[in-house]
């Protein structure tokens, strides 16, 4: 038997040799084929990786990404990739370059040169906190990547300016100090209130300039922020004692001195500084000016002021320190002086509209309208035909609720610049309140040709479009807002006002107040809406919390109160109710409606 199977065997193995041979033969052969052709395509694919880098280097991107595209079909490698990104990079294709950076990576995640690639497309994609996670994971590959660093401290100053300062100090302990990166880093600190902090950075970049003036001089600026008034001075002794003419070091010196309630010291510095006959004019009238634009934020300014320009007045008679003095002298509540002041300016200076733009520009800014509209009430007598005489002062009228007043100025600032969105709006919205809302409509909409994505336009031409309960293009025109900016709180709490009103979608109008409410707390026009949203949604004890909260803020407003009155009704507390009412009342006499809920006791 045994032997009859190695028989068996040996005759199989003998019919199977010449087929086996032949297997061998073409097996051998097509190996010697397949390394020719891959050697054929990688040499292929170098050639056009070079070529592509020859296009890329002319800056041809179009063919270099040709080339690129070619090349990955034949060796789809982490360099072609990278290669490829980069080009299009070049080309601010950013939606092609982003996924061909982060295949890259992903194939080789050891190169810091994609890892930058890929930073820098985040970075111009204005997708910053990706932009950091890519520049951490540089910085965990190669931890002295100073570049890696700076970037990622330029990306966190804007949101997290504590971590950017972490940074940056971690930079100034590889590379020693650095003027950029020290001056960074002041400023943060400054930003965030850290003066002490800020003047220990500035101390840093003074051993490197010892001898730089303005350096001392903003040292001193943050040891006055920070009430470390020795170490204040000292820094602008030091400018003197080097520079003893130096007029901003006075100034600053003297100001020191106002901090410490020092005015005898503070009032010798000034003295020298009006005293010195060969400071320009000029240069006095800016500090006084200074002092005046400062007071506007601490009130102890404005005597200072009144005395240098009061100083000054004695030796001139130019018509700058006529018209600051009947500005201080507004601000003093002497309205007779201060036209006389402003009289004699006009009388002085009868062709410079320059100095009532700004000083009624610089009331208005700060938010003091009738101071504003005052002293354009005496421009637009020399000026009548100016634009921004009429603009300014028609803008101060209707800030003030003087609508009627202010439309005649804001009409003619309109016919003298028909292209201004910003008359065009005001006299739009001034239209608005005085219920002329189809003519208002056409001027809103001239703006909005102007600034198409002006969501404060937009804002009034769907509240009027609420008033005319014209809904679809309210609905449209209040959605084109939000699609600009989805949390601006006053489209949010409009539009969903304008929704409870009619009763629909009050889910989302509760959301919408919400975000208004989040982006002001305490303001009571926010409070009542979403106390009214509520109240639609017959969340009684919710919206009557809310409702509270606004008259508590703001009780001068009559549909405040009458709100918490309609509240008060449904949860069945009547006898406050029409009390409430008639605080309403009292506040709006000509409401026949909530006249008509007193009488009926009823909402």
């Known amino acids: 038997m045994l032997k009859f199977l190695a028989i068996a065997i040996i005759a199989l193995l003998l019919y199977g040799c010449s087929p086996q041979k032949e297997i061998t033969k073409n097996y051998e052969q097509n190996f010697i084929l397949n390394k020719s052709t891959a050697i054929d395509t990688s040499k292929i694919a170098l050639n056009e990786f070079i070529d592509g880098s020859i296009a890329e280097a002319k800056g041809n991107y179009d063919t270099a990404i040709k080339y690129y595209n070619h090349v990955l079909k034949l060796k789809p490698e982490a360099g072609v990739y990278f290669a490829l990104a980069k080009s299009y990079f070049y080309q601010n294709k950013l939606s092609f370059a982003l996924p061909n950076a982060r295949m890259a990576v992903k194939l080789d995640s050891s190169q810091i040169d994609y890892y930058n690639l890929l930073s820098d497309i985040y970075s111009q994609a ?24 700076y970037q990622l401290a330029r990306i966190y100053e804007n949101n997290r300016p504590s971590k950017a300062i972490e940074i940056y100090n971690q930079i100034t302990s590889f590379i020693g100090p650095d003027w950029n990166v020290l001056m960074r880093v002041a400023e943060l600190e400054a930003n965030l209130g850290n003066f002490k902090e800020a003047a220990g950075s500035i101390q840093k970049l003074i051993t490197i300039d010892p001898n730089n003036p303005g350096l001392k001089k903003l040292l001193a600026e943050y040891y006055l922020h920070a009430k470390m008034y020795n170490e204040a001075m000292k820094a602008i002794d030091d400018v003197l004692l080097t520079n003893p003419d130096d007029i901003n070091a006075h100034q600053q010196k003297a100001q020191i001195y106002l901090a410490q309630n020092n005015w005898d010291a503070a009032s010798n510095e000034f003295s020298y500084i009006l005293n010195r006959s060969d400071i320009p004019l000029d240069a006095k009238i800016r500090i006084g000016a200074s002092y005046f634009e400062q007071s506007f934020k601490d009130s102890t300014l404005l005597p200072i002021a009144k005395k240098f320009f009061t100083e000054i007045n004695k030796d001139t008679s130019d018509w700058q320190v006529k018209m600051y003095l009947g500005a201080i002298s507004i601000d003093e509540k002497d ?90 709006s005001a006299y739009g919205f001034t239209l608005s309140q005085l219920k002329q809302n189809d003519e208002a409509i056409i001027y809103l909409n001239k703006a909005l040709e102007i600034s198409p994505d002006d ?16 809904w679809n293009k309210c609905d449209s ?30 889910d989302r109008a509760l959301k919408m107040a919400k975000i208004a409410i989040a982006k002001e707390p305490d303001n009571s026009s926010y409070l009542d809406t979403i106390g ?54 009292e506040l709006n006499k000509d409401n026949a409606a909530l006249k008509q809920k007193i009488e009926k006791g009823e909402s």
């Not at 997708?127 to 890696?148: C, E, R, W």
């Not at 009738?370 to 300014?392: G, H, T, W, Y």
């Not at 989805?486 to 009619?502: C, D, G, H, K, T």
Request: net charge neutral; hydrophobic share 40%; no cysteine.
């Open 126 to 149: 204005k997708q910053f906190d990706s932009s950091a996670v890519v520049l951490s994971k540089i910085i965990q590959l190669d931890s002295t990547d100073i570049n890696a660093y």
């Open 335 to 424: 309205d007779s002086a201060a036209i006389g002041y402003f009289k004699s300016a006009t009388q002085l200076a009868s062709w410079n509209v320059e100095g009532w733009v700004r000083l009624g520009g610089l009331y208005f800014d700060n938010k003091k309208y009738d101071e504003a509209a005052l002293v354009m009430q005496q421009a637009i007598k020399s000026f009548p035909e100016d634009f921004r005489v009429n603009l300014i002062l028609g803008l101060a009228l209707a800030q003030n609720n003087k609508n009627q007043d202010a439309l005649p100025y804001l009409k003619k600032a309109v016919n003298l610049n028909s292209k201004d969105p910003t008359a065009l």
């Open 455 to 470: 969501v404060n336009l937009l804002g009034t031409l769907g509240l009027i479009y609420d008033n005319k309960k014209e």
């Open 477 to 506: 025109i209040y959605q084109r807002a939000l699609n600009i900016d989805s949390l601006n709180a006053l489209i949010n709490n409009n539009y969903a006002y304008s929704l409870s009103e009619r009763g629909i979608d009050l």
């Open 532 to 585: 009214w949203v509520y109240y639609k949604m017959k969340e009684y004890k919710l919206a009557k919390e809310y409702a509270e909260k606004a008259v508590k803020i703001d009780g001068s407003k009559s549909d405040l109160w009458e709100h918490l009155g309609d509240i008060e009704f449904k949860m069945g507390e009547k006898e406050k109710a029409i009390a409430t009412w008639k605080k309403a009342l």
